[in-house]
């Protein structure tokens, strides 16, 4: 079995590589983040290395039918 993972232009994506790049250090934010399940792992990647606190992330995700 193989993890699907996001296009590099999924929407969800997209918003973080945006955030970033508007705001490099994550460290003194709160995100809020909801999407389909197999987008958050590459998404939170990419928060977390720009410095954003685990404890400061929040994630609602669904599965894609």
Same mark, same amino acid.
């Not at 997209?14 to 987008?39: F, K, N, W």
């Given at each position: 079995?193989?993890?699907?993972?996001?296009?590099?232009?999924?929407?969800?994506? %997209?918003?973080?590589? =945006? &955030?970033?790049?508007?705001? /490099?250090? %994550?460290?003194?934010? =709160? &995100?809020?983040?909801?999407? /389909?399940?197999?987008?958050?792992?590459?998404?939170?990647?990419?928060?977390?290395?720009?410095?954003?606190?685990?404890?400061?992330?929040?994630?609602?995700?669904?599965?894609?039918?």
């Amino acid at each position: 079995s193989t993890t699907a993972h996001p296009a590099p232009d999924h929407p969800q994506l %997209l918003g973080a590589q =945006r &955030i970033v790049a508007e705001h /490099p250090d %994550l460290s003194r934010c =709160r &995100i809020y983040m909801t999407g /389909p399940e197999h987008a958050v792992p590459q998404t939170r990647a990419l928060l977390l290395e720009h410095g954003l606190p685990e404890a400061q992330l929040h994630v609602d995700s669904f599965l894609r039918f």
